[in-house]
């Protein structure tokens, strides 16, 4: 089963609205980090958080770690139609050795004008 | 600079074929991450290599394989083709395991692969 499991797997919202997407995760991690995907092509990073810190923020993207619970939110403020999008978290596993980037299924998020 | 170059775009090939895909990552970079992703699914860890080595796999059959060169560009090998190899490959590069463990990937565009 995938490492990290986002949800909800779909959102629609309208411009201006925030989006705020979760995402759960199995192991301890190194760190987490959320990628953004437009339609059919390559993820783009967006923000990295280390499993030592709560929250960051990177302009309009503020994303918070609970290692407790093992979850992560990534909310994105006052959304634009250009955040339309796939979302997704992918975890660094303390694992020996591993290195290996596990991602979650995706939210998919449209935000509507 | 140039980034993740990923060839070719899109390919279709029959059942029972081979497949090579082919990347080149970003200068400095020398792991590079290969990722299957079927319509409309999360990503599914394929294959790492890191300095010419193959250092991790994904759970897939051997007739997915791959190699890295000398130039950290790599390739991806799918031999006898099936329906359900049909998605999106991706391709991944980030500095080597020994900098920073707090390295991102950085992706490509994908290859599309289409097996009728």
């Known amino acids: 089963s995938q490492q990290g499991e986002e949800d909800p797997q779909a959102l629609s919202i309208q411009e201006g609205e925030n989006a705020t997407m979760n995402c759960s995760y199995k192991?301890?991690?190194?760190?987490l980090q959320w990628y953004r995907q437009n339609s059919g092509r390559g993820l783009v990073h967006l923000i990295l958080?280390?499993?030592?810190?709560r929250e960051k923020h990177s302009g309009r993207l503020r994303v918070t770690l609970d290692t407790s619970k093992k979850s992560s939110s990534l909310l994105i403020t006052a959304s634009r139609a250009a955040d339309t999008a796939s979302y997704f978290c992918?975890?660094?596993?303390?694992?020996?050795?591993?290195?290996?980037?596990?991602f979650g299924t995706g939210t998919r998020l449209k935000v509507l004008a | 600079e140039a980034g993740v170059t990923q060839s070719p775009t899109h390919l279709i090939k029959t059942r029972g074929q081979q497949a090579t895909l082919r990347c080149s990552p970003i200068?400095?970079?020398?792991?590079v991450y290969w990722y299957q992703q079927a319509l409309g699914l999360g990503l599914q860890f394929l294959l790492w290599?890191?300095?010419?080595?193959?250092?991790n796999r994904g759970n897939f059959p051997p007739r997915f394989s791959g190699r890295q060169f000398p130039n950290y560009s790599s390739e991806l090998n799918v031999n006898a083709l099936e329906l359900e190899d049909s998605a999106l490959y991706l391709c991944?590069?980030?500095?080597?395991?020994?900098?920073?463990?707090?390295?991102?990937?950085?992706f490509g565009a994908g290859s599309r692969l289409t097996v009728l």
């Open positions: 991944a590069t980030r500095e080597g395991i020994k900098t920073s463990v707090d390295n991102v990937l950085t």
């Open positions: 192991t301890s991690i190194n760190n």
């Open positions: 958080i280390r499993s030592n810190e």
């Open positions: 992918a975890t660094d596993p303390v694992l020996s050795g591993t290195y290996k980037y596990i």
């Open positions: 200068s400095g970079h020398t792991s």
């Open positions: 290599y890191d300095e010419g080595e193959e250092r």
